[in-house]
């Protein structure tokens, strides 16, 4: 967050925002003068500061890499995968999405009856088998045709990075599901499994399509 530029023509102070989970910075124009500016600014930088405390249990820098695209960084790997899901299906499978029941019917993979629908800030504690694997939901998004979200590994998890599940209504009605995963490991056992773990992390992905795929069809 940058200080207040207070331009006296405009009688007005321009405020820099960064959000955490963003990619872009905003910036507003409001009235005012330059008490008033530092006012804000007072309210502005504790709400900041309780945000990135918030985010400091993430391992890994680079918070909203699967929205903004760009170059994997060094030691990651990138995973993606997209699923045709049929026709009708986007608001059937945006509701298994973010209420969990997509990674509740997935084998091998449980998740707290309890946990809240996913969005910005809530964490989930997956079971993998007998692996904890505690993530937090850092960005989503909700529009007409693209839906989804992604979380980022919290400490303990035996990986390191991010994954999206985002759905896309295509102009026909069919829906496409989309996993982005860029990820690297951070356990040493999941280390050891080398190019292993990074077929069993597809193979996961391939399950939780087909369960989407499968909660998605026409009752």
Same mark, same amino acid.
């Not at 005012?32 to 530092?38: H, N």
């Not at 298994?96 to 809530?122: C, E, N, S, Y």
């Given at each position: 967050?940058?200080?207040?530029?207070?331009?006296?023509?405009?009688?007005?102070?321009?405020?820099?925002?960064? =959000?955490?989970?963003?990619?872009? #910075?905003?910036?507003?124009?409001? *009235?005012?003068?330059? @008490?008033? +500016? !530092? /006012?804000?600014?007072?309210?502005?930088?504790?709400?900041?500061?309780?945000?990135?405390?918030?985010?400091?249990?993430?391992?890994?820098?680079?918070?909203?890499?699967?929205?903004?695209?760009?170059?994997?960084?060094?030691?990651?790997?990138?995973?993606?995968?997209?699923?045709?899901?049929?026709?009708?299906?986007?608001?059937?499978?945006? =509701?298994?999405?973010?209420?969990? #029941?997509?990674?509740?019917?997935? *084998?091998?993979?449980? @998740?707290? +009856? !309890? /946990?809240?629908?996913?969005?910005?800030?809530?964490?989930?504690?997956?079971?993998?088998?007998?692996?904890?694997?505690?993530?937090?939901?850092?960005?989503?998004?909700?529009?007409?045709?693209?839906?989804?979200?992604?979380?980022?590994?919290?400490?303990?998890?035996?990986?390191?990075?991010?994954?999206?599940?985002?759905?896309?209504?295509?102009?026909?009605?069919?829906?496409?599901?989309?996993?982005?995963?860029?990820?690297?490991?951070?356990?040493?056992?999941?280390?050891?499994?080398?190019?292993?773990?990074?077929?069993?992390?597809?193979?996961?992905?391939?399950?939780?399509?087909?369960?989407?795929?499968?909660?998605?069809?026409?009752?």
């Amino acid at each position: 967050m940058n200080s207040p530029t207070y331009d006296k023509t405009a009688d007005a102070a321009c405020v820099y925002l960064i =959000e955490p989970h963003a990619s872009v #910075k905003s910036a507003r124009m409001s *009235p005012c003068d330059p @008490v008033g +500016a !530092d /006012t804000m600014m007072r309210t502005l930088i504790p709400m900041q500061r309780g945000m990135m405390r918030r985010m400091r249990n993430l391992t890994y820098y680079d918070v909203g890499i699967t929205a903004k695209g760009g170059p994997v960084p060094p030691g990651f790997h990138k995973l993606q995968l997209r699923t045709p899901l049929g026709l009708d299906t986007y608001d059937r499978a945006a =509701e298994a999405l973010f209420t969990w #029941k997509m990674h509740q019917a997935t *084998p091998f993979i449980r @998740v707290p +009856a !309890d /946990t809240p629908r996913a969005a910005p800030g809530v964490q989930v504690s997956l079971r993998v088998g007998p692996l904890t694997a505690p993530c937090e939901v850092v960005w989503t998004v909700n529009e007409t045709h693209r839906t989804g979200f992604a979380y980022g590994t919290l400490t303990g998890h035996p990986e390191c990075g991010e994954e999206a599940f985002v759905l896309e209504r295509r102009p026909d009605n069919t829906t496409d599901f989309v996993i982005t995963a860029i990820s690297r490991s951070s356990a040493w056992y999941a280390a050891a499994l080398g190019p292993c773990g990074r077929l069993l992390q597809q193979a996961v992905a391939l399950r939780y399509a087909k369960s989407l795929k499968n909660l998605s069809v026409t009752r």
